[in-house]
């Protein structure tokens, strides 16, 4: 190859590995909006919506979450605190419920707060119906999307990242 090639294909390869850093840096999340009531998922970037993703929630209605077993969605500042690779939904990330506030609610209650609330896919062995698990509500209090849309939010999402559920 002529050295003015290799020199211009250099340079191209150089400058596509920066913008793709760039794009990639521009991309991470620092922040889940998740509306309940509009069934809508926002992963912001610096107050900046990167991409709307529209959710199933918990069964149980729009209310939020008083207790073990209410198939309610929790409403409150939470943070991924967990990944599950292996979990019988196509990947999951777990959020911090329940948090103080809402293990001294159920206390005030008498009744147990429940645990193990997700953002996560489809259930293993049913990526075949896709957009369609949104016709309806249908998780435990969980939050859910398609297992490709679960794969790019799993990607874009650091442990740690804070995610704000209303109603």
Known sequence: MAPMKLALLTASLLLISVLNA?????????????????????????GT?????TVAIGRGGVAPKQQQGDH???????????RKA????????RISYPNDADRERARQ???????DIMIHGIMNGFRWIG?????????????????????????LVPDGTAVEIRH
């Open 49 to 53: 919506v990167v991409r709307t993703y």
């Open 22 to 46: 760039l794009a990639a840096e521009q991309q991470k999340i620092d922040r889940i909006l998740v509306v309940k009531s509009q069934h809508r998922l926002q992963p912001l970037n610096g």
């Open 109 to 115: 209650l008498g009744v147990d707060p429940g645990g």
């Open 72 to 82: 309610k969605t929790p409403e409150r500042i939470y943070r991924i605190d967990r």
């Open 131 to 155: 957009s369609m698990h949104r016709m309806f509500d249908w998780t435990d209090g969980c939050i859910a999307v398609t297992d490709e849309e679960i794969d790019e939010i799993w990607a």
């Open 86 to 93: 292996n979990s019988r939904f196509h990947r999951a990330l």
